[in-house]
């Protein structure tokens, strides 16, 4: 992968850390919600979204349908992934991973992942 399609990420407190891990192996620029200072906060998914658009970041949770309202609520962001639980971390990454470099720009959409099977 070349740096073009690197990502900057941000999870909220919800996403598996191992998954986070393996992201950044993939060369993906991944801050977390306790990389930030904002974890054991109980920070709304408004506000997650709103620091991630500040940061100019990709939000990945698996807050699904908190977030897909978001979405609706307020199109304009640096994109969205939300994806199903899957205790596969390097599979849920490679998946998300995928995506990501696949689609090339991601701003403003919303994108979901879900477990195989």
């Given at each position: 992968?070349?740096?073009h399609?690197?990502?900057?990420?941000?999870?909220?407190e919800?996403?598996?850390?191992?998954?986070?891990?393996?992201?950044r192996?993939?060369?993906?620029?991944?801050?977390?919600?306790?990389?930030?200072?904002?974890?054991?906060?109980?920070?709304?998914?408004?506000?997650?979204?709103?620091?991630?658009?500040?940061c100019?970041?990709?939000?990945?949770?698996?807050?699904?349908?908190?977030?897909?309202?978001?979405?609706?609520?307020?199109?304009?962001h640096?994109?969205?992934?939300?994806?199903?639980?899957?205790?596969?971390?390097?599979?849920?990454?490679?998946?998300?991973?995928?995506?990501?470099?696949?689609?090339?720009?991601?701003?403003?959409?919303?994108?979901?992942?879900?477990?195989?099977?």
């Open positions: 992968m070349n740096r399609n690197v990502a900057r990420i941000y999870t909220n919800n996403f598996p850390q191992q998954a986070v891990e393996r992201l192996l993939l060369g993906h620029d991944v801050e977390t919600s306790h990389d930030a200072g904002n974890s054991g906060c109980a920070m709304p998914d408004e506000s997650v979204l709103d620091y991630a658009i500040r100019q970041r990709v939000v990945v949770t698996l807050n699904r349908r908190h977030f897909v309202a978001l979405h609706a609520k307020h199109p304009d640096w994109g969205i992934v939300v994806c199903s639980f899957d205790p596969d971390f390097n599979g849920l990454a490679g998946r998300i991973h995928g995506v990501l470099s696949g689609i090339g720009e991601h701003r403003n959409c919303l994108l979901r992942i879900n477990r195989p099977g």
